[in-house]
């Protein structure tokens, strides 16, 4: 397909969503991420039965503790697609990038560049 | 086991921010099986705090621990050596761990991470019940192994009372009525004629009321 999306993008790949853990999500931002996204198969379609429902749960946990501490919880999205949407893919990259971009730039990236200055 | 909830961080923060460098200790017992102070929520907390003080400008340095239990001597020995260390410990063991670790290291400030709430079971995932209340005398031999005096509000002894409606109790729809429990199982088991009997008053002197309990073994005490 060749399909295009936003190479701010870094895709890292789990077995099943059902592997990432809420603490994966925060070390992405602590590490000065802008945003992390979860791409799941669709709902009830999932291999080992619930791994993108467990997805889905440590998203909103992530985006709870990421609104307490003043990172953001909207910058942690959960997308659900088949496998064989390529397309839809590249759409929810687009879609994330531009909603990120909205948003701005980690402050803790920014906090970290502060206390090197 | 003992069921424990997170503190809001909110709580934790003002706890612990005017320290430089902090040590959260996580549990491996309960509090890891009710997902409230395992090495997992101390990886979270820490990480979470760790961004929230970079942002206010705090250099607060935040390292990890999680022991296999904090109410053993053994376990929280292996601490010894570095938590000289450490301004503080936040500690995200029971209310019990706490403590002892405030006792072992009576130095270092230690500070609880979450609420202990009681001593109970897992009903499904993310949903704990409360089941024994430590009373020091055991009843459920008499009661059909269900126990009225941590599952009834009143603690009836012999019950149930006029509360009890279509097996809920009053004070919550979502509450089953201990007593009801009783003798639906006591039914079951074919012995409803120990509901028959007329429990007598109980000592409660080995519950709280009789002040700060222990189990001393001479058998097996060193």
Not at chain 2, 147 to 152: A, G, L, M, Q
């Amino acid at each position: 397909m060749r399909l295009r999306y936003p190479d701010t993008i870094r895709i890292i790949r789990v077995p099943c969503t059902g592997k990432v853990d809420v603490l994966h999500i925060l070390r992405a931002f602590e590490k000065g991420a802008d945003g992390v996204y979860v791409v799941g198969c669709m709902e009830g379609d999932c291999r080992f039965e619930r791994g993108n429902l467990r997805a889905r749960k440590r998203v909103e946990q992530a985006r709870a503790i990421l609104d307490k501490i003043g990172v953001g919880g909207e910058r942690v999205q959960m997308f659900n697609l088949s496998s064989g949407e390529g397309p839809r893919f590249a759409e929810y990259a687009v879609e994330m990038t531009d909603k990120i971009k909205k948003i701005g730039p980690n402050p803790i990236k920014l906090a970290k560049e502060k206390m090197a200055a | 086991m003992i069921v424990a909830e997170k503190k809001p961080i909110e709580e934790v923060i003002a706890m612990v921010k005017d320290f430089r460098k902090i040590l959260i200790a996580g549990c491996n017992e309960c509090v890891t099986v009710c997902e409230a102070g395992g090495k997992r929520e101390v990886g979270i907390l820490a990480s979470a705090l760790r961004m929230y003080f970079m942002q206010q400008g705090n250099k607060m340095e935040i390292d990890e621990v999680t022991l296999e239990r904090q109410c053993d001597h053994e376990y929280l020995e292996e601490i010894r050596n570095t938590i000289d260390q450490y301004d503080a410990v936040l500690s995200l063991a029971c209310g019990v761990g706490v403590q002892f670790m405030a006792e072992k290291y009576f130095n270092k400030p230690v500070y609880p991470g979450v609420n202990t709430c009681f001593m109970g079971v897992t009903e499904e995932r993310g949903v704990w019940t409360e089941r024994c209340q430590g009373c020091g005398q055991c009843i459920l031999d008499r009661t059909g192994g269900i126990c009225p005096i941590s599952r009834c509000a009143k603690r009836l002894l012999n019950g149930p009372c006029g509360g009890s409606t279509k097996g809920k109790c009053e004070i919550s729809n979502d509450l089953p009525c201990a007593w009801q429990l009783i003798i639906d199982r006591l039914k079951e088991l074919g012995r409803l004629d120990e509901y028959e009997r007329i429990a007598p008053v109980k000592d409660w002197s080995t519950e709280r009321a009789g002040g700060p309990r222990k189990v001393v073994r001479e058998d097996v005490r060193q």
